[in-house]
Each structure stands twice: as C-alpha cells, then as structure tokens.
C-alpha cells in the first residue's frame, strides 16, 4: 500500500528558531498534499493543502508567514514553522491524496514539535 | 460548511463485548464519510469509507460502518473487540478540494 512517510519524528527547538518537517510519498507520486495540527487529545484541523509546482492554500487562521508551505516535488511537501513559540508546540501531521481517488488520502506518522 | 459530531469522548468495552461509535455529519450534498483509527502518537490508518452504494461498508480488522442519510450517521461497528483495538477514533467528511473535515474522535478502551 502507498505509505507517506515524515521527518523528522520529534523535534525540540528553541523559541524564535524555524523548524522544518518533511513529509514524502514513498511509493506513489503525490500532487497534493495536506498539513494537518492536532492538538493533545483534540482532533485534526487542516491547516493547508499543499499542490505541487503551486502555492499552498492556507485555511483560514492559519498565518501563512508562520508557517511556510512548499511542495517542490511530486513526493516532497516541507512545512517549515518560523520564529517558533511554545504555543506551536504540537502534532503535525501530513497526508498525501491517493492519485486519482478523490477525498483519499494515505497519513504520515507525524511529527510532535516542542518548542522551549 | 461541513462538519463531524462524534457525540461520546470516550467508550469503555470489555473484550469480546460488541461495540458501537457513533458518528453524525452535516453536509449538504452526497457525502464522502471515512472512519480513521489512530494510535498513540502516530497517524491515521484508513478502516473503512463510503463513497456510494451499499450502504452497510466493510472494512479493515472486521470493523463495519452503516451510512443512514435519514439520521446523517455513519456508526462504526465491531462485533467482538479486541485489546488491540484500543486507540482513537475519528470520522471523517469529505469536502472542498478533497479535504476531509474531522470529528473530535472517540477513544476507545478495552478492559478485561
């Protein structure tokens, strides 16, 4: 089956610093790609859709400067978060749409970023 | 706008025990409903999806869902749980650009 994979898993950084995380297609060429935040025990809220060659489409409340979206590749997509604060700190979550079915999208394991 | 209820926070089943998640939406046309499963700190895992059709769906892990338009539900379904099946829940609309909008999730817990 198509597998999304993130990196990295965890990451701790210091307040003001940016941090990135990857999220890849292993398998299959993905053109979107969506970010996702949950927060302890909450849900997913969809951050952005990220398409290839294009820019993201951020959803709204989300700071599109704070959190830079590019998807270079049909199986890269990066969220970098910049000058991070501790209220960043959270679970990130990417996932790729499976080509051609709609709505279907195959999940990266996360990424837990805490910022100090 | 599309939204997701999964009106229970938490379920407790013993094993063995059937068990029941419930899921209601909101959508204004056809809807595309999906339930995920996820564990501790890692992502989603697809159990099942409904797109169209018979409307009882069979899915991962013996899990089923049962779409019923007349109450927007889409319940998950299992007849025996197992330890193993302790995790969240969450159900899933399809919407706009093919963005899935989520419920809060239910966590399930299985005692002995």
């Known amino acids: 089956g198509a597998v999304v994979s993130q990196h990295p898993s965890w990451v701790i950084c210091k307040s003001g610093t940016s941090v990135k995380i990857e999220c890849r297609s292993l398998d299959f060429q993905a053109t979107t790609m969506f970010w996702y935040r949950q927060f302890p025990k909450q849900s997913l809220m969809l951050m952005a859709t990220s398409n290839e060659g294009s820019k993201a489409t951020y959803e709204q409340g989300v700071e599109k400067d704070k959190f830079l979206i590019n998807h270079a590749s049909l199986t890269l997509s990066t969220l970098t978060v910049t000058s991070a604060h501790p209220e960043d700190s959270s679970f990130y979550i990417c996932?790729?749409?499976?080509?051609?079915?709609?709505?279907?999208?195959?999940f990266g394991p996360g990424t837990r970023l805490t910022v100090t | 706008a599309q939204s997701v209820t999964q009106p229970d926070i938490h379920i407790t089943v013993s094993e063995g025990a059937s068990l029941e998640l419930r899921c209601n939406y909101s959508?204004?046309?056809?809807?595309?409903l999906f339930w995920y499963v996820q564990s501790p700190g890692q992502g989603l895992q697809l159990l099942l999806k409904?797109?169209?059709?018979?409307?009882l769906v069979q899915g991962i892990k013996g899990f089923e869902a049962e779409f019923k338009r007349s109450q927007s539900s889409f319940n998950l379904r299992k007849p025996s749980v197992h330890w193993s099946d302790a995790a969240e829940y969450f159900c899933a609309v399809g919407g706009g650009y093919s963005t899935l909008t989520f419920g809060k999730g239910t966590m399930l817990l299985v005692s002995p």
């Open positions: 959508y204004g046309a056809t809807p595309y």
């Open positions: 409904y797109f169209s059709g018979d409307t």
């Open positions: 996932s790729a749409r499976v080509p051609g079915v709609d709505y279907e999208q195959y």
